[in-house]
Nanobody
Framework: VQLQASGGGLAQAGGSLRLSCVAS????????VAWFRQAPVKDREFVAG????????VFADSVKGRFSLSRDNAKTTAYLQMNSLKPEDTAVYYC????????????????WGRGTLVTVSS
């Protein structure tokens, strides 16, 4: 499955952005989707994941209560809504797809899109 992430940009602290991840090539509804992020000189970290049906979501503690994740299987798109943004949310955000819901290790996701940069100013 091919993934393309978009929606990044510059936001002020306290603001919002919505990232989209559009899939093509395989049956989107067969895969869970996750978002990871990587800040400069830091390791890639799990942000959020959603099950193939969209019924279940999981979030990293650092974003819990601020970020939400949804998907529209008919549009083969997943959305990461980011509210109450903080400067520490600044990173390149990647969407990934895999057969299992919930893993927080990047190795569990065989399909990746190119990242989209999110910059949050204080």
């Amino acid at each position: 499955v091919q993934l393309q992430a978009s929606g990044g940009g510059l936001a002020q602290a306290g603001g919002s952005l919505r990232l989209s991840c559009v899939a093509s090539g395989r049956t989107f509804s067969d895969y869970s989707v996750a978002w990871f992020r990587q800040a400069p000189v830091k390791d890639r970290e799990f942000v959020a994941g959603i099950s193939s049906s969209g019924a279940s979501t999981v979030f990293a503690d650092s974003v819990k209560g601020r970020f939400s994740l949804s998907r529209d299987n008919a549009k083969t798109t997943a959305y990461l809504q980011m509210n109450s943004l903080k400067p520490e949310d600044t990173a390149v955000y990647y969407c990934a797809a895999g057969p299992q819901y919930g893993p927080t290790w990047a190795i569990n996701y065989p399909y990746w899109g190119r990242g989209t940069l999110v910059t949050v100013s204080s």
